[in-house]
């Protein structure tokens, strides 16, 4: 059986779609970050309600169609560059939000529904002996700090890598960049666990330091490495992953020129996150997950369209 038809062997969960997907995700938009400078970062005081999580209304139809869209994030995600052969996607468990969906060790490009694994948030696969990522505890870290944060990426964009190493701060320069919010903090995992490591976060200890540092930001940078984002749902994580290598590509032209790079405004930055049309279910939304997904190939796994 091709994978092709392997996918298709799978019921669809009818007409809700990423809409669905999206709500059992946490669907709420990003609000804005606020700035920090280095050293300790003020929490996001829109994430104030970010309390322990409560028991959500879901069922197994919500956990398979939680899975289709993870793999078409992947695919998703491996398509527009974002990731390699490294690098993943996750996305907090439906039914039980003390745990979160993540392939076993494969290249994103590479994920099929077989591949999606249920793990604790310290990092332990429920029921699956295949290899797991070794950084799979930046997620657990991440989600355990964060009960507003519904879906993580990680990844090692070259286009951020610079920010990372330079007293340069990356900042939001294009409108889809706002995403970010006004400044993203810069994890060193020197300052903590030393000179020696391989800069890979291969422990809970190490996840957990690099979730403080994320603080209540939507996206931290780990120097030589890569970064984390995190957001309220698959939709907004992999948006926020989509675009943050292109604003980061468009501070490096603009810096080369010479002269004052202008960022945007703090209000400009609520004007674009807070707005409605950019929300998990909207048209706009809807249109851009339509889009990527078939453009990476996955279009099979997207629910059936209203009408057809």
């Known amino acids: 059986m091709s994978n092709k038809s392997k996918r298709r062997s799978s019921s669809i969960i009818g007409r809700r779609g990423f809409m669905t997907a999206a709500s059992l995700a ?11 400078e280095s050293g300790s970062i003020a929490p996001n005081p829109a994430h104030k309600a970010a309390e322990p999580p409560k028991p959500v209304a879901a069922t197994s139809s919500d956990v398979e169609l939680a899975i289709r869209n993870l793999v078409i994030a992947n695919r998703i995600l491996a398509h527009e560059d974002v990731v390699d052969a490294y690098g993943h996607v996750s996305l907090r468990h439906p039914l039980n939000p003390e745990h979160y969906l993540l392939a076993r060790s494969r290249s994103p490009e590479q994920i099929e529904i077989g591949d999606i694994v249920e ?3 310290d990092g332990e696969p429920v029921n699956d002996k295949r290899a797991p990522y070794l950084e799979r505890f ?4 991440i989600y355990a700090a964060r009960p507003d944060v519904h879906a993580v990426v ?3 964009s070259e286009e951020v890598l610079p920010f990372s190493i330079s007293t340069t701060k990356l900042r939001p320069v294009i409108h889809d960049g706002a995403f970010m919010g006004a400044e993203v903090p810069v994890w060193d995992i ?9 800069l890979l976060v291969s422990n809970m200890a190490q996840g957990r330091d690099l979730a403080r540092r994320l603080a209540g930001n939507s996206m931290v940078l780990m120097r030589g490495h890569g970064f984390a984002a995190a957001a309220p749902s698959l939709y907004e994580v992999v948006r926020l992953a989509v675009y943050a290598p292109k604003n ?6 603009a810096l080369l020129l010479g002269g004052k790079v202008k960022p945007l405004s703090k209000g400009e930055i609520a004007a674009r996150v807070e707005g409605p049309s950019l929300k998990p279910d909207t048209p706009a939304a809807l249109r851009a997950w339509e889009y990527w997904a ?3 190939g996955v279009a099979d796994l997207l629910p059936p369209q209203p009408g057809k």
Request: aromatic residues 8%; proline residues 3%; hydrophobic residues 45%.
């Open 119 to 121: 793990y604790t948030l």
């Open 294 to 296: 078939r453009r990476a």
């Open 190 to 198: 020197a300052d903590k666990f030393g000179h020696h490591t391989n």
């Open 248 to 253: 980061a590509h468009v501070f490096q032209a």
């Open 138 to 141: 930046i997620h657990g870290g």
């Open 154 to 156: 990680h990844a090692h």
């Open 26 to 36: 946490g669907a709420a938009a990003l609000t804005q970050p606020v700035a920090a």
